[in-house]
Every structure is written in structure tokens, then in C-alpha cells.
């Protein structure tokens, strides 16, 4: 596996035990709609929260929140109107952004997360 692809494993990995930790429950992981993909599907108290999860493994260029185009955000939000539709979901929804960027020096990470990072 390419690590570009293991970091992202990782970053998701964290961003779900984050979200946990933080009182969320996971309803779904990397749920697909055609060619686009939600990367955690979760319930905070009575709110959907569809949440990106970027990692990188350095910042030189950009902060992984950053690479959420204008184009990512509409397929998520294409995707997260056909899993409200076939789970006929009633609960009000969020976009976040959790950020991940893993410093392979000290073997550590931080984590951003970004509540309503966009609406639709």
C-alpha cells in the first residue's frame, strides 16, 4: 500500500477514536454513493455529522483542511443527501473537517477539528 493510502487509514482511524472520545457515535465509515465516498457518517446528541478527514504527513505546502475544495464539498454533499434519502434520516446535519497532521520525528500527531466547516 502506497503511503499517501496509510496515512489516510490512520487519520481516519484517529479521527473515529477522537470522535468517540468525544461523545459521537460512528454510524458509518467510508460509505460510498457512486464514485463519491463519506468518510465518517456519526450522531452527535441529535445532529448527523458528516465528517472529511484529511491527514498529511507534513504542512509545507498546505494544512490538510485546505485540500476541501468547492468540488469535495459538493460530492459530499451529493452523497450525504442519498444516505439521508435511503436511511430516511430526520435529523438536522453538519459538515466537519477533522485535520490531521502526524509529525514522523517525534512519532506524534495533532488533530483540528472544524465544526461546520461548510453548508450546503
Known sequence: MAEHNEIGERGEHLAANYLIQSGYTILERNWRFHKSEIDIIAQYEHQLVIVEVKSRSSV?????????????????????????????????????????????????????HIQEAFSP
Not at 475544495?69 to 430526520?90: D, G, P, W
Open 60 to 112: 509545507l505546502h498546505q494544512q490538510p483542511y485546505e485540500a476541501v475544495t468547492r468540488a469535495k464539498q459538493s460530492h459530499l454533499i451529493s452523497a450525504t443527501n442519498a444516505y439521508i434519502e435511503e436511511k430516511e434520516c430526520a435529523l438536522d446535519c453538519r459538515f466537519d473537517v477533522i485535520s490531521i497532521v502526524f509529525d514522523k520525528r517525534e512519532s506524534s500527531h495533532s488533530i483540528k
